[in-house]
């Protein structure tokens, strides 16, 4: 199984249950594809960086989730098929590359 994150972008006038039950039909198709969601986060209303649809901005979702490979294919499909959703992105990501974490920087301060 591949490990990937998902970013979907949906219409500013959709409301937060419509978009839940759009989500909702995300993770029926990964689980159908025996697949496994592994976080799911609402990043909210955000403008876009140009027009799309005659839209300026949209509702962020961003997933990340286990498929095999030729489940995406059929999830990209699926999605294509949403008339609510705006943009989404399906990207395979490099499970042995790891996140890094910022650590905290003290800052320097010279003396004039």
Do not use: H
């Not at 839940?20 to 799911?40: P, T």
Request: proline letters at 5%.
């Amino acid at each position: 199984m591949n490990t990937y994150e998902l970013v979907l972008i949906f219409s500013s006038a959709l409301s937060l249950e419509d978009q839940k039950k759009i989500v909702s039909k995300v993770e029926k198709y990964i689980s159908e594809a025996k697949g496994k969601l592994l976080s799911c986060e609402e990043w909210g209303k955000k403008p876009l960086s140009y027009p799309i649809k005659k839209q300026t901005e949209g509702f962020y979702w961003f997933l990340r989730i286990e498929l095999n490979p030729d489940a995406g294919a059929k999830l990209n499909n699926n999605l294509r098929l949403e008339d609510q959703t705006i943009r989404f992105m399906l990207i395979k990501t490099d499970e042995k590359q790891s996140v890094p974490v910022q650590k905290e920087v003290t800052p320097v301060v010279e003396n004039p």
